[in-house]
């Protein structure tokens, strides 16, 4: 393992997933450095990267997060230390799909929603091998798997039934046809090779737990990262388990089937827009709740600024909570696939 020097935060593998903060690392890092702190809270840690980050800062990190798929993520990636797949990646793609045994809840009930029938057969015929490993290595193999369904999916997202989309011949001028196209065993051989590169040991005791950021112990953390979904001042919100319901059901394929909803074409979980956070009428109260909950800790505050609520009501919240706050424009930071050229990256600091 690699000892972090001071960019060691590069080796934070790329991702297709909505709202990574990935490419914000560097100025997230200018930010941290400011600040004194030892210990640090993650609480909607998504894709892990700023997680990462406080550990290639030193920290003593808590990544947390309600998707079962993101914590995964963040075991494989920072609670772990040690441990890689290298080789062993080859053997557990190799031979796959095989045209014999039973068909696969992937294949029976998605069949022909998001991947084609063979690739529906490559992840039901995966899991069971994945199952085979333990600990940091068994999550490594299921973050590549998680890597390489969404390299696979127009939007990287899970939100609508368009295997069409991408299988249709016909001219296009959105996505990469290559890319949706290229077989689930490369995909998984290239995102373990990532993640592998990017485990080190930063001396300190990290751990990821799968948790609602209200529900987490407040105590013991000198700084807390709050980056939670957004919405649009238009009242449009993100809901995170639609957008990646298969990824979470790869997490329990036993108890899946009976937590779909097959009403809905793309066949989301049960609990699709319950979170408070997805919903203009709920992240207001959530907001000053969360805050609240924290304000014995440097907070770091991530949002949009035209989101709900306002830039200036967040400040409101830290400054009840007895906080100084200071507001970091990030500039014109746009997520991929959005349309919106207004809206600019704000992080807002308040201790």
């Given at each position: 393992m690699t000892e972090p020097g001071d960019r060691h935060w590069e080796r934070f593998p790329k991702t297709r997933y909505?709202?990574?903060?990935?490419k914000l690392l560097p100025l997230l890092a200018n930010v941290l450095r400011k600040l004194e702190f030892d210990t640090a809270l993650d609480p909607f840690c998504?894709?892990?990267?700023?997680a990462y980050l406080l550990k290639c800062l030193g920290a003593e990190v808590t990544a947390s997060d309600a998707l079962e798929s993101n914590v995964v993520a963040a075991?494989?990636?920072?609670?772990?230390?040690?441990?890689?797949l290298g080789d062993e990646i080859e053997a557990l793609v190799s031979g796959l799909p095989t045209s014999d045994g039973p068909i696969g809840i992937v294949e029976r009930v998605f069949d022909e929603i998001f991947f084609e029938r063979h690739e529906n057969r490559f992840v039901d015929q995966i899991l069971p091998r994945i199952d085979k490993l333990h600990g940091a290595r068994r999550d490594l193999a299921m973050y590549s798997l998680f890597q390489a369904c969404l390299a696979k999916r127009p939007y990287n997202l899970f939100h609508r039934a368009n295997l069409?989309?991408?299988t249709r011949d016909v001219a296009r001028s959105f996505g990469n046809k290559v890319t949706w196209d290229t077989p689930f065993n490369v995909h998984m051989k290239r995102?373990?090779?990532?993640?592998?590169?990017?485990?080190?040991?930063?001396g300190r005791a990290c751990r990821a737990v799968c948790s609602s950021a209200l529900d987490m112990d407040p105590t013991g953390c000198d700084l807390v990262y709050i980056d939670?979904?957004?919405?649009s001042s238009k009242g449009a919100g993100v809901d995170y388990l639609d957008y990646y319901?298969?990824?979470?059901?790869?997490?329990?394929?036993e108890n899946w089937e009976e937590r779909v909803l097959m009403k809905y074409k793309h066949r989301p979980l049960q609990g699709r827009g319950q979170n408070p956070w997805c919903d203009p009428a709920g992240i207001i109260g959530a907001f000053e709740e969360t805050i609240k909950r924290f304000c014995g800790s440097i907070l770091l505050i991530s949002y949009r600024s035209d989101g709900i609520p306002g830039i200036d009501e967040i400040a409101g919240f830290l400054k009840h909570a007895g906080k100084h706050v200071e507001i970091v424009d990030a500039g014109e930071y746009v997520y991929a696939l959005s349309r919106n050229r207004r809206s600019r990256e704000i992080v807002l600091v308040g201790r």
């Open positions: 909505a709202g990574s903060k990935r998504g894709t892990g990267s700023v075991r494989a990636l920072i609670q772990n230390s040690t441990e890689t069409a989309m991408r995102y373990a090779t990532a993640a592998d590169a990017a485990v080190f040991d930063s939670p979904p957004y919405v319901h298969f990824l979470e059901g790869l997490c329990d394929p």
